[in-house]
């Protein structure tokens, strides 16, 4: 059996993760002495005053290496093969964790086989190929099919974002002072991108109107280069406009229903309040990723 397991920085809800019999591991989000699981945390309740803590930003912390090797001690014990799929380790050391994990485990069960993968991203960019992962397996796939699905999947997905202020990147390190400053002053919104496995910028523009627009034209030009295979919107924040995108802009350009769901705070709170989406195509998406599949994975 091919266990898939991945972190909750992938931000795909409990129920979802259940029914696709995929395993999340936690990071957690700390916020005034209070240490919140961002796997089971309440994401709306805790974004609903997210204002509040651009002068206090929480930190984030990611799984302890005792909670990896338990989790791949236990596939081992049962005889399972692993395939992890992990966030970029330019944003989180989530997988070089992992690594250690699996190598500790596989030192204890010379037996034991696992691929743990590099998504380059976060979010449902990181969960897209998890889901072709959990394809691959469900077809009867071994575990080298299965990974490579899932390398298939990071070069045929992108995550396009735009904050509602440059306030938190600032604060979090992110951007200058005085870009931030420059920014919020003509109303400068950029829209970001994640390319090979680091934010960066694909636009800027002057109004968050107009970001919307570059967001949804970028959209459009992959779809009609390679195709949609999924979609959904992601929002950090008030779910409210998010909801309203989707509807009256994002569902009439794919022709069908949209998810809207919250990004993992892990990720969310150094953008601050933001709405944007994250998709896969049916082909791969040229510049996203440069270089070979085999940097971003280790095979025991």
Same mark, same amino acid.
């Given at each position: 059996?091919?266990?898939?397991?991945?972190?909750?920085?992938?931000?795909?809800?409990?129920?979802?993760?259940?029914?696709?019999?995929? *395993?999340?591991?936690?990071?957690?989000?700390?916020?005034?002495?209070?240490?919140?699981?961002?796997?089971?945390?309440?994401?709306?309740?805790?974004?609903?005053? =997210?204002?509040?803590?651009?002068?206090? /930003?929480?930190?984030?912390?990611?799984?302890?290496?005792?909670?990896?090797?338990?989790?791949?001690? *236990?596939?081992?014990?049962?005889?399972?093969?692993?395939?992890?799929? $992990? /966030?970029?380790?330019?944003?989180? %050391?989530? $997988?070089?964790?992992?690594?250690?994990?699996?190598?500790?485990? @596989?030192?204890?069960?010379?037996?034991?086989?696992?691929?743990?993968?590099?998504?380059?991203?976060?979010?449902?960019?990181?969960?897209?190929?998890?889901?072709?992962?959990?394809?691959?397996?469900?077809?009867?796939?071994?575990?080298?099919?299965?990974?490579?699905?899932?390398?298939? +999947?990071?070069?045929?997905?992108?995550?396009?974002?735009? !904050? *509602?202020?440059?306030?938190?990147?600032?604060? +979090?390190?992110?951007?200058? %002072?005085?870009?931030?400053?420059?920014?919020?002053?003509?109303?400068?919104?950029?829209?970001? &991108?994640?390319?090979? +496995?680091?934010?960066?910028?694909?636009?800027?523009?002057?109004?968050?109107?107009?970001?919307?627009?570059? /967001?949804?034209? &970028?959209?459009?030009?992959?779809?009609?280069?390679? %195709?949609? @295979?999924?979609?959904?919107?992601?929002? =950090?924040?008030?779910?409210?406009?998010?909801?309203?995108?989707?509807?009256?802009? /994002?569902?009439?350009?794919?022709?069908?229903?949209?998810?809207?769901? !919250?990004?993992?705070?892990? =990720?969310?709170?150094?953008?601050?309040?933001?709405?944007?989406?994250?998709?896969?195509?049916?082909?791969?998406?040229?510049? @996203?990723? &440069? +270089?070979?599949?085999? *940097?971003?994975?280790?095979?025991?």
């Amino acid at each position: 059996m091919i266990r898939i397991i991945t972190d909750s920085v992938s931000s795909i809800p409990a129920d979802v993760a259940a029914r696709l019999d995929v *395993e999340v591991i936690t990071l957690y989000v700390n916020r005034e002495g209070t240490e919140y699981a961002d796997a089971s945390m309440d994401l709306d309740a805790f974004y609903a005053d =997210i204002h509040a803590m651009v002068d206090d /930003i929480p930190t984030s912390s990611q799984p302890s290496q005792a909670v990896l090797e338990a989790a791949f001690e *236990e596939a081992a014990l049962a005889g399972d093969e692993v395939l992890g799929v $992990f /966030i970029s380790t330019g944003l989180s %050391g989530t $997988f070089d964790g992992a690594v250690r994990a699996a190598r500790a485990v @596989k030192a204890r069960n010379l037996g034991f086989r696992c691929v743990l993968i590099d998504s380059t991203s976060c979010g449902y960019d990181e969960a897209w190929p998890v889901f072709d992962a959990v394809d691959a397996r469900d077809a009867g796939d071994d575990l080298a099919a299965c990974a490579a699905a899932v390398h298939r +999947g990071i070069e045929s997905t992108r995550f396009l974002f735009t !904050p *509602e202020t440059l306030t938190f990147l600032k604060k +979090g390190g992110r951007i200058g %002072g005085a870009a931030a400053l420059l920014g919020n002053l003509i109303q400068l919104a950029p829209v970001l &991108t994640v390319i090979d +496995g680091r934010a960066d910028t694909l636009a800027k523009v002057r109004t968050r109107k107009k970001a919307l627009a570059r /967001i949804v034209e &970028t959209m459009r030009d992959d779809i009609e280069a390679h %195709g949609l @295979k999924r979609v959904v919107v992601h929002y =950090i924040g008030d779910k409210a406009p998010a909801v309203q995108w989707a509807r009256d802009v /994002i569902e009439p350009l794919v022709g069908r229903a949209v998810d809207v769901l !919250p990004v993992s705070p892990v =990720i969310g709170l150094h953008v601050g309040p933001a709405v944007g989406v994250a998709y896969e195509c049916l082909e791969t998406i040229a510049g @996203k990723i &440069t +270089g070979p599949a085999a *940097e971003r994975e280790l095979a025991l």
